[in-house]
Structures are given as structure tokens and as C-alpha cells.
């Protein structure tokens, strides 16, 4: 029989949140609410809940910007904020624009293979940061540079696919037509999360942050 945690419990964690936590949660939000607008698209076939579904991916990366800006105002960075944030990040920078391209027309065999492979490579990315931040930081405590494409850059694929809404250029008239592989549908579309996805896990490329 399992034990029901006790509310003050609940309470010592919410208080354990910092002003940039509820930032990093707006970024979750977003991306989460752009993945169900991205399901509603293929329910209703409405285009403009794909454009809400795109326009949540700048307002996640505004959110994004602005957590780090006020731990670093407030001087309370922490283990748990840096978790936050990772786990915030797959979602709106990882998960949601995979489904975004989804909706978009983007689902023969070989794109799933991609936005799958693209979405992993998010998370690999964002593990081998958290495990390497101290590393990586110098006397002043803060991280010098990035190996490897932060995440929150898939926003440009977003910004993409938005146009490519924008345009009617999704489903049987997506950008860059479709080829067939072994029997299964490739859309040229979807190499540019392959590409994505490989500049995030490079070890050599070495991105200063700013």
C-alpha cells in the first residue's frame, strides 16, 4: 500500500525553486504546448495551429535567454537549475520541433529514423554538458564555450518549417519533394535535422558563450 508524500513536503520543494525556475518552467510550457498544437494540426487540419505551434519555439528560446540572465542577476545558479533547464530544453528544442516536422509531412520511414536520431542527439548533447560543465568553466565558474551546437539553435529549423507553412509547402507539397530509399520515403527537409542533431554531438566544434 503506498504512502501519500506529506503536503509539507510538496511545500519545501516549491520553496527550494528560484525566480529563474519558473522562467526555465515557461520554456517547458511552451514547448509542450507546441507539441499539442502540432496533435490538434492533425486532427483539425487547421494550418493555424501550426503557426501557434511554430510561434511557441521563439517565445521557449525568449524564456530560455531569460532564465539564465536572471540566475546570473540573482546569483543563483544551481545544480537543480541546471537540470531544469535540461530537461525544459529536450522538450522545447528537442521534442517539439520533431513533431512540428511531423505535422508538417515529414513521415516516411526515413524521417522518423532522422527526428529520432535528431532528438537523441539532443539529449546526448545536453547530458554531456551537464557532466562537463565544471570542467569546462574556469576560475570564474562560468562555461567558456559550447562543444558542439547548443540545442536552443534548432529554433532556426522552426523558423523554417513556419515559413514553410506560411507558404502552403507542408504535407504532399513540402519543401524539397520526397525520394524514395529502399522503399521507404526520405524528405530532403528532414537532412537539415540530421545535420542539426550531428553539430550538437561534434566534439570539435567549439562555439564561445557568450
Known amino acids: 500500500m503506498s504512502s501519500?508524500?506529506?503536503?509539507?513536503?510538496?511545500?519545501?520543494?516549491?520553496r527550494g525553486f528560484q525566480l529563474a525556475d519558473f522562467f526555465t518552467l515557461a520554456n517547458a510550457a511552451c514547448g509542450v504546448a507546441a507539441v499539442l498544437m502540432a496533435m490538434r494540426y492533425l486532427g483539425n487540419r487547421a494550418v493555424g495551429d501550426l503557426l501557434v505551434a511554430a510561434a511557441f519555439g521563439p517565445a521557449a528560446f525568449a524564456f530560455d535567454v531569460l532564465d539564465g540572465r536572471i540566475a546570473r542577476w540573482r546569483r543563483t545558479s544551481s545544480a537543480l537549475g541546471r537540470e531544469l533547464d535540461s530537461l525544459a530544453d529536450v522538450i522545447s528544442f528537442g521534442v517539439a520541433p520533431a513533431t512540428l516536422a511531423f505535422a508538417c509531412g515529414m513521415t516516411g520511414a526515413w524521417d522518423a529514423v532522422i527526428l529520432v536520431y535528431f532528438v537523441c542527439c539532443g539529449v546526448s548533447r545536453l547530458a554531456r554538458y551537464n557532466v562537463t560543465a565544471e570542467s569546462l568553466s574556469g576560475e570564474s565558474g562560468k562555461v567558456k564555450y559550447f562543444e558542439g551546437t547548443p540545442i536552443p539553435t534548432s529554433v532556426l529549423l522552426t523558423a523554417l518549417l513556419a515559413w514553410a507553412?506560411?507558404?502552403?509547402?507542408?504535407?504532399?507539397?513540402?519543401?524539397?519533394?520526397?525520394?524514395?530509399?529502399?522503399?521507404?520515403?526520405?524528405?530532403p527537409f528532414a537532412l537539415l535535422f540530421a545535420l542539426s542533431g550531428t553539430l550538437m554531438i561534434s566534439k570539435t566544434l567549439r562555439i564561445p558563450k557568450l
Open 4 to 14: 501519500r508524500p506529506e503536503p509539507r513536503a510538496h511545500f519545501s520543494m516549491i
Open 165 to 187: 507553412v506560411w507558404q502552403g509547402r507542408i504535407g504532399s507539397q513540402l519543401v524539397g519533394g520526397a525520394w524514395t530509399l529502399l522503399g521507404a520515403d526520405l524528405h
